[in-house]
Nanobody, 121 residues
Framework: QVQLVESGGGLVQPGGSLRLSCSKS??????????IVWFRQAPGKQREWVAS???????TYTNSVKGRFTVSRDNAENPVYLQMNSLEPEDTAVYYC?????????????WGQGTQVTVSS
């Protein structure tokens, strides 16, 4: 499991946008070979899967973010991005990325620090 670093969180008003980044920390393999998943954890709630992007660029999303969030990657050197539009207070959470395909948080043995997203007026 490769170690990853999340960034780009912040405070935004409802209806606003943020772009999160997921970068590889060290390692010798190209970032492009990894399937990447995004999870989030709101206060008092379980960590939940948000979106995935495969090494070939196939994307999937949880229903609550479809049409609002877009996960993307362009080449081996750049981060994986999570573009979040039309943000809602319910999107407030710490967002994490990880390498893999599972949408079950318990499948992963390592997590980074995450990046805090707060949606509030």
């Amino acid at each position: 499991q490769v170690q990853l670093v999340e960034s780009g969180g912040g405070l935004v008003q409802p209806g606003g946008s943020l772009r999160l980044s997921c970068s590889k920390s060290g390692g010798i393999f190209s970032f492009s070979i990894y399937d990447i998943v995004w999870f989030r954890q709101a206060p008092g709630k379980q960590r939940e899967w948000v979106a995935s992007i495969s090494s070939s660029g196939t994307t999937t999303y949880t229903n609550s973010v479809k049409g609002r969030f877009t996960v993307s990657r362009d080449n081996a050197e750049n981060p994986v991005y999570l573009q979040m539009n039309s943000l809602e207070p319910e999107d407030t959470a710490v967002y994490y990325c990880n390498s893999g395909r599972s949408v079950v948080a318990a499948s992963y043995t390592w997590w980074g620090q995450g990046t805090q997203v707060t949606v509030s007026s």
